[in-house]
């Protein structure tokens, strides 16, 4: 899977993506994350990506004809092709905005379905309106406000890329993990030691971990999960 991030800081997120998880799926050719430089698409010398709003108001908006030339040049390039030179894969446009839709479990497993995944990051107050008719989504992280994009672009391609086959160190990891099912939150999860001593307190791992009856705790660990 491909996922391409439309950014004036391309540099940004590099010591995410290319470390742990992400970097090791990277390395296996299982995804691939590209940053594109929105000032590459600009046509005067100052590679101007922003300008005062119309009708007045504090800040600077993202221009609508510079993002739109990235976009023509991303979209549809370097996809599979099936019999006949048509298009085999699905490609969508995501615009990162506090005003999107909120992202969520199951819109990372229908997002893990397609094949690339090309996100604009906003900066300042935002980007022109008009930029919404060349995109298939508008999406927010949280109910709340970013200075930018790009730490939303990171957290969709986490959520996403754990979701593809041979991603995750282990395939049954994210089986019974939170929100693997709408509404559900995953059970207590304990390691060594067996006994913490803090502030003249112990703090044990439930008995019934330490039983080695699977079946039991498999009981217990459907009643510990919690609906959200």
């Not at 290319?18 to 691939?32: C, D």
Request: glycine residues 8%; charged residues 30%; hydrophobic residues 35%.
């Amino acid at each position: 899977m491909k996922f391409n991030i439309i950014t004036i800081f391309p540099d940004i997120l590099n010591s995410y993506l290319n470390e742990s998880i992400l970097k090791r799926a990277q390395e296996k050719k299982l995804i691939k994350i590209k940053t594109h430089n929105l000032r590459d698409w600009t046509s005067d010398k100052h590679k101007t990506v922003d300008d005062t709003p119309y009708g007045g108001g504090a800040g600077m908006v993202m221009k609508v004809d510079t993002i739109y030339k990235a976009l023509c040049s991303l979209k549809h390039k370097n996809l599979p092709t099936g019999q006949a030179g048509k298009k085999t894969k699905k490609q969508k446009v995501i615009l990162l905005s506090a005003k999107g839709k909120t992202w969520n479990q199951e819109m990372a497993k229908k997002y893990s379905k397609i094949n690339e995944i090309i996100f604009v990051c906003g900066r300042y107050e935002g980007v022109d309106e008009r930029v919404k008719n060349f995109i298939d989504e508008e999406i927010s992280i949280g109910d709340y406000v970013l200075t930018g994009g790009e730490l939303g672009a990171a957290v969709i391609i986490d959520s996403i890329a754990r979701l593809l086959p041979g991603v995750l160190g282990n395939k049954e990891s994210a089986i019974d993990e939170s929100h693997s099912q709408p509404g559900i939150l995953e059970y207590p999860q304990y390691t060594r030691p067996e006994i913490f001593e803090a502030g003249g307190k112990k703090y044990s791992v439930p008995k019934i971990l330490l039983s080695g009856d699977h079946k039991k705790i498999a009981e217990w660990r459907k009643q510990k999960m919690k609906n959200k």
